[in-house]
């Protein structure tokens, strides 16, 4: 069909260009960590959700690589690892969050802390994640 979209949606674009879907809906709708009223923490644990590691095409919540969302203030701090020291996207995941969570009714402001400790492991990922990899 002459100009017709080959998607049925626009596609999510990241710092690597289009996101590529993650083929499973995870039913994490909670973090650790205080503050917010629960439709405000839902909307940005969703938020996060659509930010993907661009190497493995899941996103940062279901590879467990948000360790803490605390919301006070209308501010929106969240506590993240990545899954190697060395790893060079930090700054583009960072990025991708602000932008992202930003558009959350309530929220006026973000802040990332990026930490090493704990370490992150393969253990921290949702099911649906270690399956859509191949580990169960």
């Known amino acids: ?8 949606h626009e596609p999510e674009i990241g710092p690597f260009g289009p996101v590529p879907e993650q083929g499973f809906e995870s039913d ?3 973090l650790p960590g205080e503050g917010g009223d629960p439709d405000t923490r839902r909307a940005v644990v969703d938020a996060l959700k659509r930010v993907h590691d ?31 020291m ?14 992202l969570v930003d558009e959350v009714d309530g929220i006026e402001a973000f802040e990332a802390d990026m930490v090493f400790r704990p370490p992150w492991n393969p253990e921290l990922m949702s099911e649906e994640a270690k399956f859509a990899l191949g580990m169960v």
């Open 1 to 8: 069909m002459e100009g017709s979209n080959q998607y049925a």
């Open 28 to 30: 994490i709708t909670e």
């Open 54 to 84: 661009p190497e493995l095409g899941i996103n940062i919540v279901d590879l467990g690589l948000v360790y803490d969302l605390t919301i006070e203030g209308g501010v929106a701090r969240v506590t993240y690892t990545l899954t190697t």
């Open 86 to 99: 060395g790893c060079p996207i930090g700054p583009l995941v960072e990025d991708q969050m602000k932008r």
